[in-house]
């Protein structure tokens, strides 16, 4: 099959707790291990940022599935491409608790000064905000 990668943001209808983003995480693992897909998920300020990453059926579905999810509007999607790697092979999903002077300083490593506003996000700083905070979250290098 082939891997693809997807990137989308959406706005939360409800602002979840950590501890529901922490169990909506665990479920996905569950689930995602199961379809062979990994990826990570950060919340901030009402907006999700998730990564999906598996063969390209199953990441389709999944991603039809939250796009109709009631939880979410205004979803949109940064990128959705074929890969040969995976950035979180280990990972059937991950929470990667964001704190906002976090947001800010990647953002700003990144050459950018707008705070966390995924939607006018490209596709390169997504991945980098997502891949930064996962190896800071594992204690690995980051790669990205």
């Not at 300020?45 to 990441?59: A, C, N, R």
């Not at 205004?74 to 999903?93: E, Q």
């Not at 490209?122 to 980051?142: F, P, V, Y």
Request: with cysteine.
């Amino acid at each position: 099959m082939k891997l693809v990668s997807l990137i989308y943001v959406s706005r939360m209808v409800n602002k979840p707790s950590i501890q529901d983003l922490m169990q909506l995480s665990d479920a996905a693992e569950i689930k995602n291990k199961k379809l062979n897909i990994t990826g990570a998920l950060t919340y901030n300020g009402g907006h999700v940022m998730q990564l999906l990453e598996g063969d390209y059926p199953e990441v389709n579905r999944l991603f039809q599935t939250i796009a109709t999810d009631s939880r979410h509007k205004d979803v949109t999607l940064i990128c959705y491409k074929a890969n040969s790697i995976r950035h979180f092979p280990n990972w059937g999903m991950r929470y990667l608790q964001l704190q906002a002077d976090e947001i800010s300083q990647k953002i700003k490593a990144l050459g950018r000064t707008s705070p966390f506003a995924p939607f006018p996000m490209e596709e390169d700083a997504a991945l980098e905000i997502l891949t930064r905070q996962c190896h800071a979250a594992t204690g690995t290098k980051s790669t990205a």
